[in-house]
């Protein structure tokens, strides 16, 4: 060996060198081109797999992976068939492709505009966006039925509100407010609309436009006037408590309502009346019969549902002191002073059963309440 020949444990495959990174990938894959990859490689993969199975002794498993790969292509090629059956344009499930507006655009030889369905719903879209479609109709002073339709659908979060929700709701409010000098809503379309203010409040992805929700639920209770409000409010509330079970949305649509005027106190009392009176599986809501059903409820009992008794106290409370129905019903305020006293006391502090803590705090904060709180104002709902 030469003196200026490297030793042994010099050579290149030394373990104790450092051994390279493999390069980092300049391209990140994401799974729609993983999942097209494989739709685009799936006869190659049969036609592989097929050549192999030639060659592999009998008894071998390949011909479960045939199966295998065939049926995942065919399931596939079923997903892509669906999706184009259940996506078609915008325009044609609304019916605005004949609306008088893509129409007369049409027929102008000028602008050289060719009316298909794609060219037509980029032309809408852009008239949205720039604002010309809103000028156009605060300049007619009206809307096609059909253009308002596909406006209100075309902006969804998959399924949810429309991103121009907000708009939407200044616009009802708007209306309501201007009802002295032009009424837009009939009684029955308010009452609609009313619900569907009320049901938006239970969802969460709204929560940062509860001002503004809020604002748009005091103008329609607001549009009602004195004679038209007993009969709507007791639709509204009984179309409400169909919508929702018997958990703790129901506590949060009554929460919503929270103006102080006649109306609204008459809302918040009506809404849980029916919530109380689909709660018992009742056809007439008799406000004497559910307190007696609620205050019969033994809370040393260990099948007590602390959960429903909680919702049940909450609802009850605003029921008898949201409105003032019950000023001089001195009978049913004691007894529910005396039930509320009896939960606050006969709960220990040690109480590990689920939601009796919370049945023992609320009772304590509505007890203290309920002694000082005298209903307020002129609403009032008749006692039934």
Not at 46 to 67: F, H, M, Q, T
Request: glycine residues 6%; proline residues 3%.
């Amino acid at each position: 060996m030469k003196i200026d020949d490297p030793l042994d444990f010099e050579g290149d495959n030394d373990p104790l060198l450092t051994v390279r990174r493999p390069a980092k990938r300049k391209k990140v894959i994401e799974l729609d081109d993983l999942v097209e990859d494989y739709f685009n490689s799936g006869k190659d993969e049969l036609k592989a797999s097929a050549a192999k199975s030639k060659g592999r002794p009998k008894g071998d498993n390949s011909d479960d992976e045939d199966k295998q790969v065939r049926k995942e292509i065919d399931f596939c090629k079923f997903v892509e068939e669906c999706e184009e059956k259940k996506s078609p344009s915008g325009l044609n499930g609304t019916g605005v492709e004949n609306c008088q507006l893509l129409q007369s655009f049409c027929g102008d030889k000028q602008l050289g505009f060719d009316l298909e369905i794609e060219r037509g719903e980029g032309f809408l879209e852009g008239m949205l966006i720039n604002g010309w479609l809103l000028k156009l109709v605060l300049l007619y002073g009206s809307v096609e039925d059909s253009i308002a339709s596909w406006v209100l659908t075309k902006y969804t979060s998959d399924g949810g509100p429309p991103q121009n929700i907000t708009a939407w709701l200044r616009v009802v409010s708007a209306c309501c407010k201007i009802r002295k000098m032009h009424s837009i809503f009939s009684p029955s379309e308010a009452q609609d609309v009313l619900v569907i203010v009320i049901s938006l409040f239970l969802d969460r992805r709204l929560e940062g436009l509860l001002l503004i929700l809020g604002d748009c639920l005091n103008s329609l209770i607001s549009y009602f006037n004195t004679s038209e409000w007993e009969s709507s409010c007791l639709m509204v509330a009984e179309s409400i408590s169909k919508r929702v079970n018997m958990d703790l949305n129901c506590l949060r649509l009554v929460d919503c309502i929270t103006g102080t005027n006649d109306h609204s106190k008459f809302l918040r009392s009506e809404l849980a009346l029916q919530l109380l009176k689909n709660s018992f599986g009742l056809k007439v809501a008799n406000v004497e019969r559910i307190l007696k059903s609620v205050t019969s409820i033994n809370v040393k009992e260990k099948e007590c549902n602390f959960f429903v008794l909680y919702m049940h106290i909450v609802l009850v409370d605003n029921l008898l002191f949201s409105s003032d129905a019950f000023r001089n019903k001195t009978a049913i305020i004691d007894a529910w002073r005396n039930f509320l006293r009896n939960c606050s006391t006969q709960i220990g502090c040690t109480d590990w059963r689920f939601y009796a803590s919370k049945v023992r705090n609320k009772a304590s904060y509505l007890l203290q309440g309920a002694m000082l709180k005298r209903p307020a104002g002129s609403g009032s709902i008749p006692a039934k």
